[in-house]
């Protein structure tokens, strides 16, 4: 196989790209045409799924849980103490790039004045607005920040970055540059890079006052900070008592399920905003330019050069991002599914993983399977666990009349419907780590409004149809075909 890839890259990326999306339409058609045949099969192999969902929720509710506990007490330790009694305190300093393409000046300007708040020394804080040339109103806006926050944090740098030939616009790309001038202007102010680490931050991210004094602590404390990247609880709730209903229920879920990873250390990879060594996106050689979903590539291009020793440790505070928005119901909507199918379009990573598991023998073969699964396992049901829940049980009877009179076809869907209501048991524990977890209730949302926020769960099978399977089913699709997506800025309102 690795003789294959060496000799035939091109063709067996494509080969991959044809492959691996085409898993989620064989799980999701396969109660259709198999049920001709095997429709026994069929019915074992659903029941079989409806038992992995519900240890998968009882998974997600129980390091939920615990990840909930563990942020209530880290965020009442004072960080910056513990960081100041290590030896090499004086030399950390944080590089915090944020990338931008058409946002709001408001919304950056939130983001700015976030990041006055950290409790570290703000000369420890070199603040990066990576801009691109493409954007007019970029300068102008570079500007106005620059004059008001230049003077706060130790150095404040605006970097423009022009598409290249071969690159493909997109925050990979626009890291990329940004760190290579930024590393130009260390190397002028001579500052070391052996304890500088280096933060992805979305443009409307909203870090904890405690996250930077925190992660130094960690950072010094590691003894292999070289290999690990570090990732605090990205949850959706800037504005999640603004959006509408559909979308809060999405954004609630994703943010939930971004909570429990953080005490699933042998699963966590970093996404959105994440921080890592300097010296390690060097040697790498920093973001690639030419991929979309930059956070879980960097991850496996640093894992591919240093091995097992690479993954992602916790940062058990929380981040808080803008749920996808827009002016008006309909274009709320558009805007979650488009930002949910970029998500999805995570897939595309996934031959790159494969073709490197190849070729890295020197890492442990269990390790590389292990990460090869895990990632299979997240893309490929994605889009498919909705159909096999829903309406997987349903379908085997209908195909095949004569199955349905035996004892297994009668019994289908009601033992497929019991273990998916058991499965709803956890449902309860993300209703309540979400009123936990949320910001307060502003003034303007309505009092009586309160009862939807429980009835809203009625519609989780509908808004995870349009807001996750489907765009999730689109991404595949286009990768099959080959229709590469392009990069879309979520709107910001």
Known sequence: MRHIVRHFPEKTTRLLEIIIPSLSWILITMPLWLSFWHPALVAYLIITFDVFWFYKSFNLASNAIQSFVTMNAHVKVDWLSLAKKLPNYKNVYHVVIIPEYHEPIHILRRTLENLTKQDIPKEKLIVVLATETKDPDSIETAQILKNEFSTIFG?????????????????????????????????????????????????????????????????????????????????????????PLPSRVVNTMFSISNLALLSQKNKLINFSTYSLALTTAVKVGYWDTDVIPEDYHMFFKVYFMFGEKVRTKSIFLPLLLDSAESHGFWRTMVNQYEQSKRWAWGISDVPFVVKNAMEHTEIAWGDRFRRVTQLLEQHVFWPSNWFILTVGSVVPPLVNPAFGRTVLGHSLSQLSSGILTLSMIFLLVIIILDLRTKPPRPKEFSAWKLPFLYIQWLTVPIVSFFLSALPGLDAHTRMLLGKRLEYRVTEKV
Request: aromatic share 14%; hydrophobic share 40%.
């Open 155 to 243: 150095k404040f740098l605006v970097t423009r970055h022009a598409l290249k030939i071969g690159e493909l616009a997109g925050k990979s790309s626009n890291m990329s540059c940004a760190v290579k001038e930024t590393m130009k202007q260390i190397k002028k102010w001579n500052i070391p890079t052996t304890f500088i680490t280096i933060t992805s931050c979305d443009a409307d991210a909203l870090l904890h006052p405690k996250y930077f004094s925190y992660l130094s602590h960690l950072f010094l404390t590691d003894t292999n900070r070289e290999y690990h990247f570090y990732q605090g609880a990205i949850l959706f709730y800037n504005n999640i008592w603004r959006i």
